[in-house]
């Protein structure tokens, strides 16, 4: 049986210093603001191992609840199959698909855009992003929105 999740609400004053740069690391990686997790960590100061260790465990208040929904653009090349392989990968997750949009692929790139409910989701949207981002054809992988 799974452990009960408990979250408590704390002032930022409060918190170490590890635990504001792994947000700051998180918020440059979903704004596009980094590219890569060895970039964000670099720009903050922060280790990548502090940075895994503390990832899942320091959420902004928005994202503790259960049930949010994540919108991902994700540009791909036109390959074939290419958006059976990104459904495989999110499917893998247990995260709820809501919508899919492709639009007309213009210079053999097109954009997609997946909304997701992560209510029942295992992981985090971050590693559904990295895992994204390795599939071949797959150029970049970014959060749209969050509810």
Do not use: H, W
Not at 45 to 59: E, F, I, P, Q, T
Not at 68 to 81: A, H, P, R, S, Y
Request: some cysteine; aromatic content about 6%.
């Amino acid at each position: 049986m799974p452990e009960q999740v408990e979250y408590y609400l704390v002032d930022k004053k409060v918190l170490p210093e590890v635990f504001i740069k792994v947000m700051e690391v998180k918020q440059r990686l979903n704004t596009g603001e980094s590219s890569s997790v060895n970039e964000a960590v670099r720009k903050t100061g922060l280790s990548r191992s502090a940075y895994y260790k503390y990832k899942d465990s320091v959420l902004p208040f928005f994202e503790a609840t259960n049930g949010k929904k994540v919108t991902l653009l994700i540009t791909v090349e036109n390959f074939q199959g290419i958006l059976s392989s990104i459904i495989n990968v999110i499917s893998a997750t247990k995260a709820s698909i809501l919508t899919i949009n492709q639009n007309i692929p213009i210079n053999g790139l097109a954009d997609i855009s997946i909304s997701l409910d992560t209510a029942s989701m295992f992981g985090s949207v971050e590693d559904i992003m990295n895992d994204i981002n390795r599939i071949a054809g797959v150029r970049n992988c970014t959060v749209l929105s969050r509810e």
